[in-house]
């Protein structure tokens, strides 16, 4: 074996022969400019655990980071021997830092620790030659903290995994029917009502594992302003969700006016207490628009990703159709019906977004009735590939993520003793066949921004069902967006996993699922 277990796989690896590299108590640490976090990274994990100092040393020996630009931003080159200690070459300082992580994995399961078990073991990287790239440079995971809230330290720790498996898109889902999970300063009662919900209700599965409890939790702007950081510092951009106009009750029962009032009592609403879509969306009024931008307004002086998601599926029409006020509005603003008239709700915040410089993201639904979407508008494909090849072909970027084959939040094994039995079922063999650009999707390469898993939360109710969910089949979607090729994956899974138990992750056990 030539690749030491690394998940993802690297585009080369090998072992030259020869001894590897003793990082001891007095190997020195280089940073080329701009690249002292990975540094800084390197000193607390391999501190932690080693109790390595990695002093500051000379560019000529030790473990050296430096930068390259002849190679491609996110590549990196890793060299290891006894003779040339550690060199990490990256592109840039996000391939320094995905060079890191490579780094980790080869000093073995116990450099996931978080303290000496074995004080005194050496830390030991094998002789390695190793050039890499990624595949793609989108590569996504969704947490949907809106139906289930997941405290700040749990969003941390999930970024820390995600740059362990080169992972460097965090779509936060931050609001839906269930909860209002960002701190907006203009409009505090989004999240000091809309935050929290009562007992839910079983809903349209019945299964004691629907929670049945009431439920709550919101970040603060600062709490997101350190989530944003920590994963900056980790080469994780952060794309801020705000769904709407569908998926809305919870600010809607926050505040009634942003409701269809001429057809339901808005002001009875409370938080949603049942899965599924709410049929309560928001009134297509300049006042709900106003409201909205003033939210925008504070979500992107705390979020700098150049893309904001909003959401834009799922959005029943039936309020429209009978609200006087939204058929007035239709016939004034010259859409044609209801599906014109979400577009010109998503088109409005589309060109929004691009005066301030940002580009809006939506789910597929926002290709629904045919009307072009404003420039620079990208889809998230996930009713399958059409809205992705639908939208390729009209000259839109897309990030693939196809309900079908990276929902994590659906079943990973057939069989009733799954935590939880929910939905088609996806092994990690399947995650790892996953194709992004299968048929014609692939002639639209330069269209392709990525692709994502979305882990939804209607029955991850915390962190331990999360890490059910997500691993390994999270490491398996990391390679498939990482390493164009990819041989040998259960060999290198089997490498993977202590890895992961020793970082404190309860995946799957390959042997079937826990007893509960
Ligand atoms: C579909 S993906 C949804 C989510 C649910 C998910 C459950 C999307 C745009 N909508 O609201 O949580 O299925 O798997």
């Known amino acids: 074996m030539t690749t030491a277990g690394l998940v993802p796989l690297p585009v080369t690896a090998g072992l030259p022969g020869g001894h590897g590299c003793v990082l001891e108590q007095d190997t020195t640490l280089w940073a080329a400019p701009g690249t002292e976090h990975v540094a800084h990274w390197l000193r607390s994990v391999l501190g932690a655990v080693y109790a390595l100092p990695l002093p500051p040393g000379p560019a000529g020996r030790g473990v050296r980071l430096l930068l390259d630009d002849a190679l491609a931003p996110e590549a990196y080159r890793l060299r290891a021997g006894a003779d040339t200690g550690v060199e990490i070459t990256g592109g840039s300082p996000a391939g320094v830092f995905w060079g890191a992580q490579t780094l980790r994995q080869l000093l073995g399961p116990d450099a996931f620790r978080r303290a000496p078990v074995h004080p005194g073991r050496a830390a030991e990287v094998p002789a390695v030659r190793i050039e890499d790239a990624p595949r793609f440079r989108w590569r996504g995971l969704l947490l949907d903290v809106a139906r289930h809230f997941m405290p700040k330290d749990g969003v941390l720790r999930i970024v820390d995994l995600m740059a362990t498996h080169k992972l460097n898109v965090l779509?936060?889902?931050?609001?839906?029917?269930?909860g209002w999970r960002i701190q907006i300063h203009r409009h505090p009662r989004l999240t000091e009502a809309g935050a929290w919900r009562p007992r839910t209700k079983l809903g349209h599965r019945a299964s004691p594992l629907w929670d049945e409890r009431p439920h709550g939790g919101f970040y603060t702007q600062d709490d997101l302003r350190e989530i944003v950081a920590y994963a900056a510092a980790r080469h994780v951009s952060v794309v801020?969700?705000?769904?709407?106009?569908?998926?809305?009750?919870?600010a809607i029962a926050a505040y009634p006016e942003l409701g269809n009032t001429d057809v339901v009592d808005t002001a009875a609403l409370?938080?949603?207490?049942?899965?599924g879509i709410s049929?309560?969306?928001l009134a297509p009024t300049e006042r709900v628009l106003r409201f909205y931008e003033e939210v925008l307004e504070e979500v992107l002086e705390i979020f700098p990703s150049p893309f904001v998601h909003l959401g834009g599926d799922e959005c029943p029409k039936e309020q429209w159709r009978a609200s006087a006020v939204a058929q007035a509005r239709i016939r004034e603003l010259g859409v044609g019906d209801e599906d014109g008239l979400q577009a010109w709700f998503m088109g409005h915040f589309a060109r929004w977004l691009a005066a301030r410089g940002r580009r809006m993201t939506g789910w597929d639904e926002i290709l629904d009735g045919g009307r072009p979407l404003p420039p620079g508008v990208v889809v998230s494909s996930w009713r399958g590939y059409e809205g992705g090849l639908a939208a390729a072909r009209a000259g839109h970027d897309v990030v693939v993520c196809p309900e079908q084959h990276v929902y994590l939040d659906h079943r990973q094994a057939p069989g009733d003793d799954e935590p939880v039995p929910l939905g088609f079922v996806r092994t990690v063999e399947d995650v790892h066949a996953f194709d992004p650009a299968?048929?014609?999707?692939?002639?639209?390469?330069?269209r392709i921004l990525g692709a994502q898993a979305n882990l939804w939360t209607e029955v991850v109710e915390d962190g331990r069902r999360a890490d059910y969910q997500l691993f390994p089949r999270l490491a398996a979607f990391a390679e498939v967006v990482w390493s164009a090729d990819r041989p040998d994956f259960p060999a290198r899974l089997a490498a993977h996993l202590p890895r992961l138990a020793a970082f404190g992750v309860e995946h799957r056990p390959a042997a079937g699922p826990h007893p509960w």
């Open 279 to 281: 049929p309560n969306v």
């Open 171 to 178: 779509h936060l889902h931050l609001t839906d029917d269930q």
């Open 438 to 446: 299968p048929g014609e999707l692939a002639a639209y390469p330069e």
């Open 240 to 250: 801020p969700e705000i769904d709407l106009p569908g998926h809305s009750q919870a």
């Open 270 to 275: 409370g938080v949603w207490d049942t899965w």
